[in-house]
Structure formats: C-alpha cells, structure tokens
C-alpha cells in the first residue's frame, strides 16, 4: 500500500470538508482530502440542498405558469410538463458545480483521494477504494456530515418507499406522496411534487409543523400550506411504511392506514459516523452519535478535529462551512470562531421561512424580558407589486438593551432577507439600529425595518 504524508487531511468533501480543505490550502498548508463519491460536494451538492432547490425553483416557475399569471394580465395555453427535462437540469447545475470543486481543488493544490477513509492510530488514515494508500497527517479533520434517518417498521426499498435522494428523482409525478415529517426536508419536498401536481399527505408526530422553529411563524406556515393543496395529519405516531401491490401504504398507531402510491421518509438524520476508527484513537461517541468537540473543533485525541453535521448543532452546511474555516484557521493563526448563536436556517419553500436566534418561546421558558415587532407582508408595497403578500417578519429585542435577539420571518425571499438579521445580530445590533438605517424604496428589505419600528410601536405603515 502506497505511503502518503500531508500537513492536514480533511476525510469528507461535502460544504464542510471541501471548504475547510480549500481554506487551509490558502493558510500554506500540504492539504488532502477525502471522499468516496467520484463528484465533490457532498450530500448537499449531489443530493441535497443544491438538487432540491432546482427543482423548488422549476417547481414554483411551472406553477406559476399553469395558474398564477393572470392577474398579471398575462394569458397561457398548453402549459405541459416535461419532468425529464426538469430533472435534466437538476442534474446539469449538480455537475456543473462539482466540477466546479474539483477545479477550485486543482487551484488550491489540495490532493484529493477516492475512497472510504478511516483512523488507524495517531496521525494515520488508511483510504480504501478507487485511491488505496495509507497517509500520515499533523492534523486530521473529520467533516463526514450526515445521513438520511429512519426508524423501525419503515421498509425503505429505495424506490416507492425511500429518502430524499429517491424523491429528487421520481420518474413520474405521484398521484399520492405520503411524507412523514414535517420538516425542512419533508416540506421542501413536498411542495415540489404538490406543484407538480401530486396530491401530499405530510404525517407528523409532533402537534405542530417545522420543529425548532419560531411557533408563530410555523403556524403562519401551516395556514398557507394548506392552501396550496397540502393535507396534515399531525399527532401521529407512524409505525410502519411499506410498499403493497398498488403502491404504499403508512399505518399510523390508533389511526385509519394511509394509502399512497410513493412515501417520502423525512425523519431527519443522523450523524455519519460509521467505519471512521475514531477507537483507534480514543475517541467515544456521545448520546445521540456525535463526536465530541472544544471550542475549536478538537476532539480528544490530539490532531484530530470535527465540524459539521459529526458535531452537536443544527445540521446545516453553512454552519459546517464556518467551522471548517475556523478550525483550520485556528491550527494556522492560533484564532478562529463561530457564533453559533447567529447561524440562521431557511426552509425554500413557497413563501420561503427564515429565522435567526432565539425563538419567541425559547425567550418566553429562559424568562428573558422582550418586546415583537411584527410587520406583515401585505402592507409593503413592492410584495403588493409581484403579487407575494403572504407573510410576516418579526423582531425579537431585549426589553431594557434593544439588543436584537431573535429574528423570524416568512414571505417572499426570506432566505435572502434574513441575512441583514444575521449581520445585524454578528455586530450586537439594537432593534432602533435596523430601524434607522436607510432602505431602498420599493423594496421586501422594509419590513425588516417596518418590524424593526414596530418594537417600539411606531411602525410608518402598519
């Protein structure tokens, strides 16, 4: 077996991994990386975020096509779908960025291995695979991300009852998609073959939807999901998901079986520890199977650090991205730091959700004194002008500091305008700072003023 030797060895190229590889590299380290699928990015390039949001965004155009331009004065006849070709695109921008990786690892002189890589002592890592060789490394961080969850009584077969990964890819449009959870995944989802045309059933055990998220706004969701055609059954304990001659069925504890022809298992996920060799080091698990880590990403054993998805923590690959940065930055300079407390999450569906900080109940149970500012979607004149008035943003700022402490919001390009919330937050912003920097007129960015303002009771135009 071939003999290697780097400064660091990154084992996972997804957001996390790949970043971190890059940074490093750019820092003057020997750099390598390893993955063992043959294109870069990880789960959410290949088979995640990226995927799913072509087809949120072919999904919403095709809709809004076959039923929301009238208004606009606008008359379509013979609107068709052609899944294939929408898929086909899905797959072009996956490939076009992963070869976009692989040409930023060739930039940056970062070697990249293929194949399954695992500790074997100290500073080694054995990689299996198209690449065989055993490699030596200073440092050694894991960045190895996550993987779809299930639960007993679910036969995932793959095809009529699978995960995510299958649901990017149907090759016909349910009639019935059965979805269990209600989160970020199973709504996303959801809501693309809903557009599409499918009739969706979303099964949660919970009482509500989107978990973690701010209570107000998951109402507010809930309400509008459901007049996209989207059907709850909340409350339920599913105890099996299987497929049956004419498609699937998902049997719910004390409840009717639900009958569907394709099940979507979007139960979360789980961290992608498996086969790593972290006893050859020493390492041990916690409860939930994360690796543990300090402030800076290192685990137990010298020379061996974790980010992402591997780590407690919201699994986002924003979030990994920043801790690989800071991690390898901190093994070069000595500093490097994530606030986890500003990491927003945005759920792509149509009005888009967005949140950053404290929720409104985490504030209520830690009893923090605040003040809500709310401004509602309809009352701002540019969502009045594309026709998107569905929505609200709210404030969250201590009663006696003004300090911003949580921001929540739901409409039209949320995703985008949560990133004022997040840098206003980052600098330890007031609720009356936001309130007093100029927006641009007309645009969606002033209710994130108008909300501002409104904690203190004196919104313009509410």
């Given at each position: 077996m071939d003999q290697k030797q780097h400064d660091l060895l990154v084992i996972g190229a997804g957001p996390g991994g790949y970043v971190a590889a890059i940074r490093a590299a750019q820092l003057g380290l020997d750099v390598a990386c390893i993955d063992k699928e043959p294109r870069l990015g990880g789960?959410?390039?290949?088979?995640?975020?990226i995927p799913s949001k072509a087809l949120l965004e072919s999904s919403e155009k095709y809709h809004e096509v076959h039923a929301g331009l009238e208004s606009h004065g606008i008359k379509t006849g013979g609107v068709a779908l052609d899944l294939e070709a929408m898929l086909a695109r899905k797959t072009k921008i996956v490939h076009d960025l992963t070869d976009g990786i692989a040409g930023l690892f060739k930039k940056n002189k970062v070697t990249r291995y293929e194949g399954?890589?695992?500790?074997?002592?100290?500073?080694?890592?054995?990689?299996?695979?198209?690449?065989?060789?055993?490699?030596?490394?200073?440092?050694?961080?894991?960045?190895t991300g996550s993987a779809s969850a299930s639960f007993p009584g679910m036969e995932m077969d793959g095809d009529?009852?699978?995960?995510?990964?299958?649901?990017?890819?149907y090759p016909e449009v349910p009639k019935h998609l059965i979805v269990i959870g209600a989160g970020y995944i199973g709504l996303e989802l959801g809501s693309v073959w809903r557009r599409l045309g499918a009739e969706v059933t979303v099964v949660e055990y919970l009482d509500r939807i989107l978990p973690g998220t701010d209570a107000e706004i998951a109402r507010?969701?809930?309400?509008?999901?459901?007049?996209?055609?989207i059907k709850f059954v909340l409350k339920s304990k599913v105890t099996s998901a299987r497929k049956t001659k004419g498609g699937a069925v998902v049997e719910i504890e004390g409840k009717d079986p639900i009958e569907g022809d394709r099940v979507l298992v979007a139960v979360g996920r789980k961290p992608y520890t498996d086969g790593l060799g972290l006893d050859t080091v020493g390492v041990e698990l916690?409860?939930?199977g994360r690796i543990p880590v300090d402030a800076h990403f290192a685990t137990k054993a010298g020379g061996v650090f974790a980010i992402g998805d591997v780590i407690a923590g919201p699994m986002l690959a924003h979030k990994a991205e920043e801790e690989g940065v800071a991690c390898v930055e901190h093994i070069v300079t000595g500093w490097g730091h994530v606030d986890h407390g500003t990491i927003p999450g945005v759920c792509?569906?149509?009005p888009e959700i967005a949140g950053v900080g404290q929720t409104e109940e985490q504030l209520k149970e830690a009893g923090v004194p605040f003040r809500k500012g709310v401004f509602f979607f309809r009352a701002n004149s540019r969502a009045r002008a594309i026709d998107r008035i569905d929505g609200r943003v709210k404030i969250l700022a201590h009663e006696e500091t003004d300090r911003i402490l949580g921001v929540h919001m739901i409409g039209p390009d949320a995703g985008h305008l949560i990133a004022e919330a997040v840098a206003a937050m980052a600098f330890g912003a007031s609720s009356e700072d936001i309130a007093r920097v100029c927006h641009a007129h007309p645009t969606l960015s002033e209710t994130v003023k108008e909300a501002a303002l409104a904690v203190d009771g004196r919104p313009i135009h509410a």
């Open positions: 789960t959410c390039l290949r088979v995640g975020c399954t890589g695992r500790l074997d002592g100290p500073g080694k890592v054995v990689v299996e695979g198209t690449d065989t060789v055993t490699i030596t490394a200073k440092h050694v961080l894991i960045a009529v009852v699978g995960d995510s990964t299958t649901a990017l890819s507010e969701a809930q309400k509008l999901f459901k007049r996209q055609g916690d409860e939930r792509y569906t149509d």
